[in-house]
């Protein structure tokens, strides 16, 4: 008992993205419940960035903890990185997005799949007629993300959904857009013509729905992930119509606790994933939920 116990965390930090707040926040509080057990969490912090981050995964792989909880961004880099700290034997645990190439590792975060698979039910609700969806890919200027692998299931999903249930809803025509969000006025008036709604794979969703709010556009039902404060703004207004919560701040929580559960308490956990289950936001039950 009288043992003290190191936990890392690697997890990017950057004003451009506001998102990862929520995940360091869970971890927050979980370090906070654990310093009783003489646990300790010790950040790395890194830009999103490909330099920044190899700088700091780096500092990382020289030292020496009980656990990591590690939230991947820069896909091969990720993988480099993962196979050179799993040489030091101890539990690993990926929040946010998952690495499969990477064995022997816990995965805490939503099924990529299933949250696509629930986008594509939510969009169908209540339409009686052929319908014309827009499925926006919003990116950052790095391509090689784990991000880019988590969409890929969702679209993934959210297609077999309609391929699933084809005879007992109206026909669905999709077109897929791709912009950055670093490019000013990328969404055009004209893709919307004939449009009756539009899944965003992403927490980008403010800037689909900024568009739509400027341009007056109506009856075009809205679908995106993230309990940010522009899309909550944005769900209020009624110009967006369901959030996907990923719930990130408890991903991080549940990183930290299934490390301190593992190493101090001593339980037999059995390395696997753990999906976090998602939940379904709209603007007349926001204030339940929080």
Known sequence: MNKKFKFAVLILQDKNFVYWKKPLKGISKAADEIVS???????????????????????????????????????EESIFFLNEYKKKNVP???????????ENVSFIGQNSFKSGYLAGRLISYGVKEESNTLIFKIT?????????????????????????????????????????????????????????????????????????KENNLKNIRV?????????????????????????????????????????????????KNNYVNVGIVVKENFEQIQ
Do not use: C, W
């Open 37 to 75: 057990y003489g646990a300790k969490v010790d950040y790395y912090f890194f830009k999103y960035d490909i330099k920044s981050f190899n700088e700091t995964a780096s500092q990382v792989l020289k030292l020496d903890y009980d656990g990591l909880v590690f939230a991947p961004v820069f896909y």
């Open 92 to 102: 690993i645990v990926l929040i946010d997005s998952d690495i499969e190439e990477i």
């Open 223 to 271: 679908i995106g992930f993230d309990l940010l404060k522009q899309n909550i703004d944005y769900l209020n207004e009624g110009f967006i119509d369901f959030l996907i919560d990923q719930k990130p701040e408890k991903q991080g929580y549940l990183a930290i606790k299934y490390l301190s559960n593992k190493i101090v308490l001593k339980e037999n956990i059995v390395t």
């Open 140 to 212: 950052s200027n790095i391509e090689n993300t784990s991000k880019t692998i988590f969409n890929l299931k969702k679209i993934q999903g959210f297609y077999s959904y309609f391929k699933e249930n084809n005879l007992n809803i109206p026909k669905f025509n999709f077109t897929e857009i791709n912009i950055k969000d670093s490019i000013k006025n990328s969404i055009k008036i004209e893709m919307f013509n004939g449009i009756n709604s539009v899944f965003v794979l992403n927490s980008r969703v403010h800037i689909v729905s900024k568009f739509i």
